[in-house]
């Protein structure tokens, strides 16, 4: 089955610099990548997804790019700021009947002033 | 629209009682499914059901039971609850179980056994 690994588990930045999350994952037939942030104590959100006909989505500040033939993606946040803390999830999923989503452990991603 | 509810949002147990975590969404989505999140290992899923009257099994299925009770509700029964079961269990839902769908998630139940 699919598996995604993601890196790294804590990160820490300085206000104002940019932030980079990366993920891979083993199957490729997975054509469908969503991040989610999660709010401490809140539930995770969708920021931004990416699917595999495209090599990268930007959305204001936020980015995600996609390597297919390296199974690799990454989520890129430029001019951070305090609202960004929060962990980040990864996932990956494919077209099915049956499809499920396979999430990342997530990034806990710190800004400091 | 309230979005997805889910209740109880605290529960303490003892090991070996029983209960049933309730989810129920009001976007007419498709799809639900049960995730427990616990440090350092992102989100596992229980279970999903695809539509109503259908279930499967996700990566963490032993321990659990679920219930596709109409196309707005989804239940997670603990039979017999353990110390490994403390975690925060999410409920969510999409349009579709297909590649692609948004998931949206409720707040979150935070569970403990002792």
């Known amino acids: 089955g699919e598996n995604v690994e993601q890196h790294p588990s804590t990160l820490s930045v300085q206000e104002g610099d940019s932030a980079v999350i990366k993920c891979t994952y083993s199957d490729s037939a997975s054509n469908y990548f969503p991040w989610y942030k999660q709010e401490l104590g809140k539930r995770p959100q969708l920021i931004i997804d990416?699917?595999?006909?495209?090599g990268e989505k930007k959305d204001q500040r936020i980015a995600v790019t996609l390597n297919k033939t390296a199974k690799h993606f990454s989520l890129h946040i430029t001019e951070t700021q305090p609202e960004d803390s929060a962990v980040y999830f990864c996932?990956?999923?494919?077209?099915?009947?049956?499809?499920?989503?396979?999430f990342g452990s997530g990034t806990r991603l710190s800004i400091r002033p | 629209n309230a979005g997805v509810t889910q209740t109880p949002k605290f529960q303490v147990l003892k090991t070996g009682q029983s209960m049933t975590l309730q989810c129920a969404q009001d976007?007419?989505?498709?799809?639900m499914y049960w995730y427990r999140q616990d440090p350092g290992m992102g989100l596992r899923l229980i279970y999903y059901s695809a539509s109503e009257g259908t279930t499967d099994k996700g990566e963490v299925p032993n321990g659990y039971n679920v219930s596709r009770l109409n196309k707005r509700e989804f239940s997670l029964r603990l039979e017999s609850a353990a110390p490994s079961q403390t975690s925060v269990y999410f409920c969510?839902?999409?349009?579709?179980?297909?590649?692609?769908?948004?998931?949206?998630f409720g707040p979150g139940t935070r569970l403990t056994v002792l």
């Open positions: 969510a839902s999409s349009r579709s179980v297909l590649s692609g769908n948004e998931q949206f």
């Open positions: 990416i699917r595999s006909n495209v």
């Open positions: 996932a990956a999923s494919k077209d099915s009947s049956a499809s499920k989503i396979i």
């Open positions: 976007m007419n989505h498709n799809s």
